[in-house]
C-alpha cells in the first residue's frame, strides 16, 4: 500500500482546501491510500518552548507519519499573495530539530494545489512552497499545476466538488502525482536535504 498523507493549509471547518483533499483522497487508485492529517493542534513556533519542553506531542506524532508516508500532497490557500502562515508554522516545527529534516523530509514526493475564493486559484500561495520544500530536501512534482479559482462556486454546501471540469483536472492531477511518487519510490531514496540551520536566529 502506497501512503500520501494529505495536509490543508486551512483550519476552517468548510475549507475548501480541505475539501479539495477529500475529493482527492476518493480519487486514489487501487492500492493508494490518501489520509488527510490536521495541523489544528501544532502551537506556535517558538525555540523557548523547545528548549524547555522539547517537540510537542501533535508535532512529534506528525513527524513519524510524514516520515513513513511515500509522498505528502499539500492543498494550500493563497493569504496575502503568499503561504497561510498556520501551515508555514507546522513546517516550522515538523523541521525540527535540523538533525531529523533528512529522516522526514528528505527525498519526499510532494504535490501542491490550491483552491481560492479568488480569479488566481492560490497560484501565488503554491509558489510560495517552493523554496521552503526545496531547502527541506523533498521532490516537488512539477507537472501540470492545479489552481482551483472562484472556489465557492466549485464546491456544493456539503464540500463536494460540483464543477465537472474541475473534478476533472484534479483526478488527472491525482493520477499523475501517484505515478510520481511510485517512481520515486522505485527509485528508493533519491533526494537529501541540504545544510539546514533552523528557524530561529
Given at each position: 500500500m502506497?501512503?500520501?498523507?494529505?495536509?490543508?493549509?486551512?483550519?476552517?471547518t468548510k475549507s475548501y482546501n480541505t475539501a479539495l483533499?477529500?475529493?482527492?483522497?476518493g480519487m486514489?487508485?487501487?492500492?493508494?491510500?490518501?489520509i488527510v492529517y490536521s495541523i489544528a493542534d501544532i502551537p506556535l513556533y517558538s525555540q523557548?518552548?523547545?528548549?524547555?519542553?522539547?517537540?510537542?506531542?501533535?508535532?512529534?506524532?506528525?513527524?513519524?507519519?510524514i516520515a513513513e508516508a511515500d509522498g505528502i500532497?499539500?492543498?494550500?490557500?493563497?493569504?496575502?499573495n503568499s503561504m497561510p502562515g498556520v501551515l508555514k508554522n507546522a513546517v516550522d516545527w515538523l523541521s525540527r530539530p535540523p538533525s531529523d529534516v533528512r529522516r522526514v523530509f528528505g527525498g519526499k514526493p510532494v504535490g501542491i494545489i490550491g483552491a481560492s475564493p479568488g480569479r488566481f486559484g492560490a497560484i501565488l500561495g503554491q509558489d510560495s512552497w517552493l523554496p521552503v520544500l526545496h531547502i527541506l530536501g523533498t521532490q516537488v512534482w512539477g507537472g501540470e499545476r492545479l489552481r482551483v479559482?472562484?472556489?465557492?462556486a466549485i464546491f456544493d454546501e456539503n464540500g463536494a466538488i460540483a464543477d465537472k471540469n474541475v473534478e476533472e483536472q484534479l483526478r488527472k492531477?491525482?493520477?499523475?502525482?501517484?505515478?510520481?511518487a511510485q517512481s520515486a519510490i522505485a527509485r528508493s531514496g533519491l533526494g537529501a536535504a541540504r545544510s539546514y540551520t533552523g528557524v530561529d536566529s
Open positions: 502506497v501512503t500520501i498523507i494529505g495536509i490543508s493549509g486551512s483550519l476552517r483533499l477529500r475529493a482527492a483522497a486514489m487508485p487501487e492500492g493508494v491510500e490518501l523557548d518552548v523547545e528548549d524547555e519542553l522539547g517537540i510537542p506531542k501533535a508535532v512529534a506524532e506528525m513527524k513519524e507519519v500532497l499539500i492543498a494550500t490557500p493563497e493569504y496575502n479559482a472562484n472556489a465557492a492531477y491525482v493520477s499523475e502525482f501517484v505515478q510520481f
